[in-house]
T-cell receptor
Framework: SQKIEQNSEALNIQEGKTATLTCNYT??????LQWYRQDPGRGPVFLLL?????KEKRKERLKVTFDTTLKQSLFHITASQPADSATYLC????????????FGSGTRLLVRP | GAVVSQHPSRVICKSGTSVKIECRSL??????MFWYRQFPKKSLMLMAT?????????EQGVEKDKFLINHASLTLSTLTVTSAHPEDSSFYIC?????????????FGDGTRLSIL
């Protein structure tokens, strides 16, 4: 069955450092991968989308890589700030004709001042 | 842009009550909306795909008679939890797709915390 794995342990880093979050998947061939941010008690907010034929995508301090051979995506936040503290979800989609997404369970990021 | 409003944000009610949750796209039309359920520190689990003007498509294991979905307009989908019981307590979140845009993200509401006593 399809499986998406994100590190369930919280990532705790110092302000100013680069945070790197990992998303691994099995038994799935996504057409695209998305990253969302979710704050406690709120709905997810879209951050970045990367397609299967793209290796890397950037947006301001965010960078996403997508390796379809390793079946892995890395999500980087450079110059991290305490305001970046949240749970980050990866989601896969596009393997079929629907617009459905399969979500990972998320990784909680804590940026210390 | 692409704002999705979900109402109510929190509901506390007695066992056996039916609860309706609304999901509205405020500044765009959405033929397709999704309903998710999320348990603490767990992933979003897709319950169903809501399609305007047609029946919803439910995921395996989701009781369609328990979770009634109505998508009567291009900006509104509703989820009704019928005869709710404590095990139905959860965080319910909707999302919407903007009509006519391909390879797009889902736009989420802020969720409804449902607590059944």
């Amino acid at each position: 069955s399809q499986k998406i794995e994100q590190n369930s342990e919280a990532l705790n880093i110092q302000e100013g450092k680069t945070a790197t979050l990992t998303c691994n998947y099995t038994n799935y061939s996504p057409a695209y991968l998305q990253w969302y941010r979710q704050d406690p008690g709120r709905g997810p907010v879209f951050l970045l989308l990367i397609r299967e034929n793209e290796k890397e995508k950037r947006k301001e301090r965010l960078k996403v890589t997508f390796d379809t051979t390793l079946k892995q995506s890395l999500f980087h936040i450079t110059a991290s700030q305490p305001a970046d503290s949240a749970t980050y979800l990866c989601a896969l989609g596009g393997a079929d004709s629907s617009y459905k997404l399969i979500f990972g369970s998320g990784t909680r990021l804590l940026v210390r001042p | 842009g692409a704002v999705v409003s979900q109402h109510p944000s929190r509901v506390i009610c007695k066992s056996g009550t039916s609860v309706k949750i609304e999901c509205r796209s405020l500044d765009f039309q959405a033929t397709t909306m999704f309903w998710y359920r999320q348990f603490p520190k767990k992933s979003l689990m897709l319950m169903a795909t809501s399609n305007e003007g047609s029946k919803a498509t439910y995921e395996q294991g989701v009781e369609k008679d328990k979770f009634l979905i109505n998508h009567a307009s291009l900006t509104l989908s509703t989820l009704t939890v019928t005869s709710a019981h404590p095990e139905d307590s959860s965080f319910y979140i909707c999302s919407a797709l903007i009509d006519g845009v391909s390879n797009q993200p889902q736009h989420f509401g802020d969720g409804t915390r449902l607590s059944i006593l």
